[in-house]
């Protein structure tokens, strides 16, 4: 098993520019979510699925889209990039509830400048 | 869920235990006790949960206080390889929240 896969590890966008961030998983878990990282900081809820097709929101959600279409995949979108959304992002998932315990991706590196 | 508070570094030489404190006293009874660790810039690994009693696995031991205001992870044989951030997080059936956590050195 793979695990938690994330596409790519690093990036550099100019302000205004979009991208996706794909997170993938091969344990049929249930639950998925996206956390970034600041420098020094703890991770902070982005978005989070609670099963295919559905999303909510996290601790830290403007300026960040979703979509579950697959089980195992979990698309996070920056329609226009802004210098603040410099950040690491952590995919993780989870098999059932939120109490079970999360498996995390590697991480992706987006510097916007 | 229930606020943690965790120092903000410890050291701890290799080869001892290391053992690490977090506060949790608004816990409330179906809150369990999460800890999972931060290797450098990696994605965060869980370690061990635990609700009431002490639980051990391969990785570490958690110690929970009778009053579950407050717990204690520990590292039995401490190497270098556990230098890391550690997070506690109380938490019910809603998502992880992460705070700071306590930097632990492992120290040859």
């Known amino acids: 098993n793979a695990g938690v896969t994330q596409t790519p590890k690093f990036r550099v966008l100019k302000t205004g520019q979009s991208m996706t961030l794909l997170c993938a998983q091969d344990m049929n878990h249930e639950y998925m979510y996206w956390y970034r990282q600041d420098p020094g900081m703890g991770l902070r809820l982005i978005h989070y699925?609670?099963?295919?097709?559905?999303?909510a929101k996290g601790e830290v959600p403007d300026g960040y889209n979703v979509s579950r279409l697959k089980k195992q995949n979990f698309l996070l979108g920056l329609e226009s990039a802004a210098p603040s959304q410099t950040s690491v992002y952590f995919c993780a998932s989870s098999y059932g509830t939120p109490q079970e315990t999360q498996y995390f991706g590697p991480g992706t590196r987006l510097l916007v400048l | 869920d229930a606020k943690t508070t965790q120092p903000t570094s410890m050291d701890c030489a290799e080869g001892r235990a290391a053992n690490l404190p977090c506060n949790h006293s608004t816990i409330s009874g179906n809150e369990y006790v999460y800890w999972y660790r931060q290797i450098h810039s990696q994605g965060p690994q869980y370690i061990i949960h635990?609700?009431?009693n002490n639980e051990t696995n391969e990785m570490a031991s958690l110690i929970i206080t009778e009053d579950r205001k407050s717990s204690t992870l520990i590292l039995p044989h401490a190497t270098l390889r556990d230098t890391a951030v550690y997070y506690c997080i109380g938490r019910g059936n809603t998502p992880l929240v992460f705070g700071k956590g306590t930097r632990l050195s492992v120290i040859a």
């Open positions: 635990g609700l009431k």
């Open positions: 699925s609670v099963g295919e097709g559905t999303t």
